[in-house]
């Protein structure tokens, strides 16, 4: 049987259009990790393990409550209260693993497919440097199912960083990873694109000498990130980016989106969002 876990290696972009240009980019690498794989990728593979230390290494408590507990069984839930059953169809998790025992993922992307291969939902798990996670759940439209397309939207719910506001949606644009790797996000207010991200890279075989030689090629990797966070952060302020004040974390650790929201959001000026706003 194939193997549908994968190594990924590209990079992360970052571009901010006011009030203040600014831009960013990095280079990473990730891991798409089938949800049912990952125990046997640890009896076969020397340089990653599940829940202890190594080179490379993944740990359930780093995703979904932060308890542990397996992940399927949470994202299967996620998805009970979003109206979508997917059987027995694969989960892919895609996010940066730990390096010698660190990570900080800005966001892990949960690929959810049916039993045929559809790509039936996409669960958007987004960390911020404050230590609080929030779980978008959003179902893909059945025109794109087939082609693995993702264009959906949902409406921010989590405080990620002190330059932006609350008042945002974001845009998902890409394709379920394959060969490349694609995924863009907007953020949108009432005045229009805020800030856009884009995520690519190039799929490996998820073998030893792969992760030894993204290793090397991008040590200390995910303690980058967090460092790279800051010095960003310390530019926009030098820069005269406003600061904004952090609101209490949302009741509900997950955004769910039903099928009847599955189109845009449509952004209008004004102080009120609850047209069109998702369940949270």
């Excluded at 997917?86 to 800005?106: A, S």
């Excluded at 291969?117 to 669960?123: E, K, S, W």
């Excluded at 911020?128 to 939207?153: K, N």
């Amino acid at each position: 049987m194939t193997q549908a876990s994968a190594l990924y290696r590209g990079e992360v972009m970052h571009r901010r259009l006011r009030p203040k240009a600014h831009r960013l980019n990095y280079r990473v690498f990730w891991l798409l990790l089938d949800l049912a794989e990952i125990e046997g990728l640890e009896r076969r593979l020397r340089l990653f393990s599940r829940n202890r230390f190594n080179l490379i290494s993944f740990h359930d408590r780093d995703h979904g409550d932060g308890s542990g507990a397996a992940l399927r069984p949470q994202i299967e839930t996620f998805l009970a209260r979003a109206d979508l059953d997917i059987g027995d169809g694969p989960i892919r998790l895609l996010t940066m693993p730990r390096v010698l025992g660190y990570v900080f993922n800005p966001i892990s992307l949960y690929y959810c497919h049916h039993s045929d291969g559809r790509l039936a939902a996409m669960v958007y798990e987004v960390t911020s440097t404050f230590g609080v996670r929030h779980a978008y759940v959003v179902p893909v439209s059945e025109p794109d199912q087939a082609a693995g397309l993702i264009r959906q939207s949902a409406a921010k719910a989590l405080y990620v960083s002190p330059f932006m506001g609350m008042e945002m949606d974001y845009v998902f644009r890409g394709h379920a990873p394959g060969a490349r790797l694609d995924l863009a996000i907007d953020g949108v207010d009432a005045e229009g694109l805020l800030i856009t991200a884009a995520m690519s890279g190039e799929r490996r075989a998820l073998e030893d000498r792969a992760l030894w030689s993204a290793t090397a090629a991008l040590p200390l990797m995910t303690l980058k990130v967090m460092a790279a966070i800051h010095w960003e952060a310390l530019k926009l302020w030098i820069k005269g980016v406003g600061l904004t004040r952090q609101p209490p974390p949302a009741w509900d650790p997950v955004t769910i989106q039903h099928r009847a929201h599955e189109t845009r959001l449509a952004r209008t000026p004004g102080p009120s969002r609850t047209e069109g706003r998702l369940t949270s």
